[in-house]
């Protein structure tokens, strides 16, 4: 009995084992898919009746299944690709793919010759060579992308098998086209035709990759809408470069190369790889059983131990031409590389795997050979038992050389990172237990399985580099890890405020394009003015306007008004500036186009001299007389305009060249003369310039409409980076443990930040309409977003039914498309309006009344002082236009010196602030002297409220008015220290006034206070400063008042502190209810999504 239940039991680990096996291994299910599919042939050679039904497979055309299978797998392993790296990388690929196509091809070619019993001719051998040239795109991959390799050096392997296939899709192209003569290489056909194949079948890859992005990020469209649009789209790519004789595979490739995920709504683009994937291997399982099954219905007899050294040999051969393209490009990898080495060149070498595209193309050789080879069937069969041996041996080769190279090791600052990422997700599920205890609902709960359960134990990292120690880390190396993460976080940032639709599409993947270029460069952390220098932006613009308002005709009549009561001169006055005028000019220099083709015709001016001669005469004539009039009227101040200038010039030469012609009627002998007079009626061309006057008003137009693209776009782009800095800075804690580190790092993101605020102060300066268009339209998007989240709430609970709720957000999705066609700019409000941006007013009609008639404008130029360090306040400004920028000594927040002697910094603080910042707030309701310096950056416009008028009010609307700003002010304060530790806080000015979600205390010295940790979430003290009755610790602004503190005392004259309450547990539960639904109905597609990104390109 035990006997037989072991038995089973191996039986069970064996047949698991086999299972195991063969999922995770393709090399094997393809081995035994080719094995079957030979037994099948062999049987249809055998049995009439199973080779009926094999016949319609055999007789299916090998171009056939070459567009059947290869478009979804040439797409697929384009769209893997990081188009960035393929950019920086493109001359190593293409050099190490075209030397690997010339060796392979040489060699192989030879080999085929001299080593194959059928004796191939020179054009089946190299058509043989050409095809085992080819590297397959998915499999040279596959098993270094399970491992932690570098992204470059897989996409370095993959693109030169693009490279490969393109190459050879072209030779096999031309050789379809038209095959027997070398000499075809000399036509002028052969090299339209590689034209086309290369530049041709790029661009429309390149066409056809924007209308499939502009198909695929329709918010009105569905799943599996997106689905088969993505199938049909490429395989019409495919066809249609086809059909017109361009390549298929090369457009499929730049389609995708222009494709990443911010191509596809959110989500989207998950679900698309997955069905590629799932078709890719059910294809190339096809592939391989077909093969297998034509290999098998060949004669048998041609099977020998020939064949199989023949395999042996060529397969020795590939991997030698392999090594060999290694060494030569070696060199030019080094140079332009600085971290290749020979370890890599060693995974390089074993990347040649073959595939299905060499398969695929196998059967031309038979097709296109003018000497037909006995046994087709056996090409078949090399080139898939070479391309099993390939998948199976160099696969596990490259995996196994990268683990004993320690090329997939992870690095020591790396493994500190992700140790600090698993300690802090253990101190998350800590205390969501702890926080689950004191749940009624949760009582009965066995919380020490729950504890054991939910536990992460010590995760053993793989291929872990112990060639360094912590101890030994420069701080050079943390920060250069360090980096690389920062990179990886900022990246994340732009898709996801992409996703969010903060970001534009079209600035997110500027913003993600400029950190891939600049992460390469060692210590370099991307600033905005890189990105700026890696957009090129607007100066061209800016110029050619500058340009275009140079040229710009204007009349300017108040100038050259005629003196006196001349008749005369009143008439001519008239004549120049009338607009009938300015149209006969155009009018006439239209006419004289088709004397000019005329003249230009040399058999037609032969016939036409007389006619040619007198209409110059007109023509000069008008130009005289034009020329005279307006220098009558505007006599010296003719020659200030630019376009009155070039009419002089056009006259004199038009004088010139009568007076050439007229002297050639003299002197017919003269050649000189004549060949002068000759080149000078080509300058005649030169009278059609005037006209450009009437089509600078348009490009004047269009160059506007341009610029404040640009100008929004930059907005967008800078405001992106600025949220990116701060998500970082909420995580470099995560990233590297040593304090010392935390803060140079903390030092760059703020100064990067703090240069980006900078930059978004000068745009707004220069596009104030632009600027608000784009806060508008953001405005409105965050509505239609938020009114999407409570559908899907209101659908989930039955509230309404799916009908009803498709068609609701149908509407709402209508009305994020319409935003696409939101005007580029609006016209900034009138200054009384802008007293409706101060939150504290709470736009109270009675408020707002009581300060308008208090508020007075001012003015400053560039380079004023609006206040200084050290004086009292005059009062409070808010910016209606422009930019300042304060700096002064760090603020004390009202603590005293001799309570905190170490708070002295000589670091110096500066702030810049834009239009809708409030300077002078803290200082005013203090009536302390001012702790900074505010000087103007721009011409600044603000809207002033004397201190006077500001607490005459506190008086009118006591107490109301001043805790509102004392409201508004401790909420910015613990928002900016305190950002992480809120981040599941609303702490919206609003939400606090109406609902009192949290409020501030005043405590003045030795006041007391007691905290309710029941009650009260968070106390922090904002401003002054606190001390624990029990422990005496003391707590200094800005800071978070511990859980454990039961009473504390005042230490400064006023300290203020924000309580921030405990919600309500039923509002709890209905807002953990209401994201639960809201991220279950996203992820799993419910009857409509919320997805709010707008379509900008």
């Known amino acids: 009995m035990s006997v037989s239940k072991k038995s089973d039991e191996e039986e069970y680990q064996f047949l698991r084992f086999l299972k195991t096996g063969i999922k995770n291994s393709e090399v094997i299910v393809l081995s035994i898919l080719s094995l079957l599919g030979f037994v099948l042939g062999q049987l249809a050679y055998r049995f009439v009746k199973i080779h009926k039904l094999i016949y319609p497979l055999l007789t299916t055309p090998s171009f056939a299944l070459y567009c059947y299978f290869l478009p979804i797998i040439i797409f697929l392993a384009a769209l893997d690709m990081d188009f960035y790296i393929f950019k920086d990388v493109f001359w190593q690929v293409l050099l190490t793919g075209s030397i690997s196509f010339s060796v392979t091809v040489a060699t192989i070619g030879y080999i085929a010759m001299q080593f194959n019993e059928d004796l191939w001719d020179l054009q089946s051998s190299i058509l043989f060579s050409i095809i085992l040239s080819v590297i397959d795109p998915l499999y040279s991959v596959n098993s270094l992308k399970t491992i932690d390799i570098s992204k470059v050096y897989i996409d370095i392997i993959r693109g030169e098998s693009l490279i490969t296939c393109s190459i050879t899709s072209i030779v096999f192209g031309i050789l379809r086209e038209d095959i027997p003569d070398i000499q075809m290489f000399k036509d002028l056909s052969t090299t339209i035709y590689l034209f086309l194949n290369v530049f041709g079948s790029m661009t429309c890859g390149y066409m056809c990759a924007k209308i499939i ?99 042996l040999v060529l397969f020795v051969s590939l991997s030698a031409v392999r090594l060999l393209t290694v060494i030569l490009v070696s060199p030019i990898f080094m140079h332009l590389n600085y971290d290749y080495n020979w370890r890599w060149g060693i995974i390089i070498t074993w990347s040649g795997i073959k595939g299905v595209f060499s398969l695929l193309l196998t059967p031309e050789i038979f097709n296109l050979a003018e000497t037909k080879i006995r046994a087709p069937h056996m090409c078949i069969l090399y080139v898939q038992v070479i391309a099993l041996l390939t998948m199976g041996i160099n696969s596990y080769m490259m995996s196994q050389s990268a683990k004993a190279l320690g090329l997939c090791s992870i690095s020591l600052p790396r493994q500190i990172a992700m140790k600090n990422v698993i300690q802090h997700i253990q101190e998350i599920i800590k205390n969501t237990i702890t926080l689950f205890k004191t749940e009624n609902i949760l009582t009965n709960v066995n919380w020490t399985l729950v504890e054991r359960k939910a536990r992460i134990e010590h995760i053993s990292f793989s291929h872990v580099s112990h060639n360094q120690k912590e101890a030994s880390l420069t701080d050079e190396d943390l920060i250069e890890e360090a980096r690389l993460h920062i990179s990886v976080i900022q990246m994340s940032s732009f898709e996801k405020q992409c996703n969010e639709g903060i970001l534009t599409v079209e600035a997110a993947r500027i913003l993600i394009g400029a950190t891939k270029s600049y992460c390469p460069i060692q210590g370099k952390f991307m600033t905005i003015d890189d990105v700026s220098t890696y957009v090129r932006a607007r100066s061209w613009l800016m110029k050619f306007r500058s340009i275009l308002t140079f040229l710009e005709y204007r009349k300017k009549k108040t100038y050259y008004s005629p003196l006196g009561n001349n008749k005369v001169l009143l008439i001519i006055y008239h004549i120049v500036f009338s607009e009938e005028f300015e149209y006969t000019e155009h009018i006439m220099t239209l006419i004289y186009i088709y004397p000019m083709i005329v003249h230009l015709w040399p058999m037609a001016r032969e016939l036409n001299v007389s006619a040619l001669l007198t209409i110059n005469y007109y023509f000069m004539l008008f130009h005289v007389i034009r020329a005279v009039l307006k220098m009558i009227i505007m006599k010296r101040t003719y020659f200030q305009q630019c376009w009155n200038i070039l009419e002089f010039f056009i006259m004199i030469i ?15 002998e003269n050649i000189t003369l004549i060949q002068i007079t000759v080149l000078i009626g080509y300058f005649r061309v030169i009278r059609f310039l005037p006209i450009i006057k009437v089509i600078i008003p348009f490009l004047l137009n269009i160059v506007d409409v341009l610029i404040k693209k640009r100008l929004s776009l930059m907005y967008s782009i800078t405001k992106g980076y600025v949220k990116s800095q701060e998500d970082t800075k909420l995580l470099i804690k995560q990233i590297s443990s040593r304090e010392s580190i935390y803060k140079k790092l903390y030092v760059i993101l703020e100064t990067n930040k703090r240069n980006a605020v900078k930059e978004l102060g000068l745009i707004e300066h220069e596009g104030r309409d632009v600027v608000i268009a784009l806060k508008s339209k953001q405005a409105i998007q965050n509505v239609i977003c938020k009114a999407q989240e409570n559908l899907i709430f209101l659908w989930s609970r039955g509230i309404i039914d799916k009908q009803e709720g498709i068609e609701m957000n149908t509407v709402l999705l209508k009305k994020i498309k319409a935003l696409n066609n939101f005007p580029m700019a609006i016209p900034p409000p009138t200054p009384d309006k802008y007293l409706n941006n101060i939150i504290w007013l709470e736009n109270k009609e009675i408020l707002i009344e009581f300060f308008k008639d208090k508020a007075k404008l001012a003015y400053f130029d560039y380079g004023d002082v609006i206040c200084k360090e050290g004086e009292m306040p005059q009062g409070i400004y808010l910016i209606i236009s422009g930019m300042a920028i304060l700096h002064g000594s760090p603020p004390s927040f009202g603590i005293d010196k001799s309570l905190k002697p170490d708070r002295e910094s000589t670091t110096v603080f500066t702030e810049f602030y834009t239009s ?16 900074y310096t505010a000087i103007c950056e721009t011409i600044l416009q603000a809207c002033f409220i004397s201190l006077e008028d500001l607490y005459e009010g506190f008086d009118v609307f006591w107490p109301s008015l001043e805790y509102n700003i004392w409201l508004k002010l401790a909420l910015h304060i613990a928002s900016q220290y305190f950002e992480s530790s809120l981040i599941d806080e609303d702490l919206t000015f609003q939400k606090c006034v109406e609902y009192n979600h949290a409020y501030v205390e005043t405590l003045s010295s030795y006041n007391e206070m007691i905290i309710d940790n029941v009650t009260m979430k968070f106390v922090i003290v904002v401003y002054g400063s606190v001390i624990d009755m029990k422990t005496e610790k003391s707590y200094f602004a800005p800071s978070i008042i511990s859980k454990t503190c039961e009473q504390i005392q005042g230490t400064s004259v006023l300290s203020k502190l924000l309580v921030i309450l405990a919600s309500d547990p039923i509002n709890d539960i209905t807002n953990i209810c209401l994201d639960t639904e809201i991220s279950r109905c996203l992820n799993a597609e419910g009857p409509f999504i919320s997805d709010a990104r707008p379509i900008t390109y």
């Open 213 to 311: 992005q502009l198909t695929l990020i329709d918010l009105l469209s569905n799943t599996l809408t997106n689905v088969i649009l993505c199938f049909s789209l490429l395989y019409m790519t495919f066809y249609l470069a086809e059909c017109f004789g361009m390549s298929g595979i090369i457009a499929l490739v730049t389609v995708g190369l222009n494709l990443d995920k911010l191509s596809f709504k959110p989500r989207i683009e998950f679900v698309i790889t997955k069905f590629l994937l799932i078709f890719s291997s059910i294809f190339h399982q096809l592939i391989y059983t077909f093969f297998g099954i034509v290999v098998g219905c060949g004669e048998i007899e041609h099977f020998s131990f020939h064949s199989i050294a023949f395999i």
């Open 654 to 668: 038009g004088l010139v060249d009568i007076f050439c012609i007229y002297s050639v009627k003299l002197r017919p």
């Open 916 to 931: 809708g910042d409030i300077i002078g707030e803290l200082n005013c309701l203090l009536k302390h002297e001012n702790e």
